[in-house]
């Protein structure tokens, strides 16, 4: 609009300005009645076939629980590994301001 007023064509500004208004009404109601649109036909796949969407809820549910457990024995295994060490001097707890914290222990030298 500056640069149609700059040449003095103030026309050609405001036709640009509404074409530019009217692009972006055009754009946002396309994707909203899309978006209605869609919704309606994702109830409608949900709605026609419960089975078929308990059966992946279940499977999902199951691989997440396999995941819980598995990530739980690694911690306990790791957990332990690290007390093993702690109990058999390789390494010692050290209380710092982040925490407890490990490192490996010194070697004492023989005199």
Known sequence: MTFAMS???PVAGLLFAV???TGV???LSTVAVLSI???ERLVHIFESRPRLFA???RHRRHCGDRARQRRR???RSSLRDELT???QGRVQLQLSSGGL???KAQSKAKS
């Open 55 to 57: 059966a992946v809820s």
């Open 37 to 39: 649109l869609f919704r």
């Open 7 to 9: 040449r003095g064509v």
């Open 25 to 27: 009404a055009v754009t």
């Open 19 to 21: 074409t530019m208004m």
């Open 85 to 87: 060490a702690v109990a």
């Open 73 to 75: 024995l690694a911690e």
């Open 101 to 103: 914290m490990w490192r």
